[in-house]
């Protein structure tokens, strides 16, 4: 069974960085991408980054030119930096991997943004 354990999370003053780690185990098959997702409360699950198997990278909009995804291959592990944080980021974020037979997802790690 695949596993994906994330890491990094924590609370964070405004304007304050963090970096979330995700490290994907018992895998089989290449990626074909990894991404980060995050939910807030009473809100639905968005995607945040997703870097594929390529290098090629995309961004939601509320995080283009503050967040950085990046990847390692060789360990299968994928981060997130995050600068300039601001409250409406709080949320609990959750790692994605897409392999060729299924998806999976991490347990989520707690991101609060606050003075």
């Known amino acids: 069974q695949v596993q994906l354990v994330e890491s990094g999370g924590g609370l964070v003053q405004p304007g304050g960085s963090l970096r979330l780690s995700c490290a994907a185990s018992r895998i089989s098959f290449s990626a074909i991408a990894m991404s980060w997702y995050r939910q807030a409360p009473g809100k639905e699950r968005e995607l945040v980054a997703r870097i594929h198997n390529s290098g090629a990278t995309i961004y939601a909009e509320s995080a283009k030119g503050r967040f950085t995804i990046s990847g390692d291959n060789a360990k299968n592990t994928v981060y997130l930096q995050m600068n300039s944080l601001k409250p409406e980021d709080t949320a609990v974020y959750y790692c994605?991997?897409?392999?060729?037979?299924?998806?999976?997802w991490g347990q989520g790690t707690q991101v609060t943004v606050s003075s």
């Open positions: 994605n991997i897409l392999l060729p037979t299924a998806s999976y």
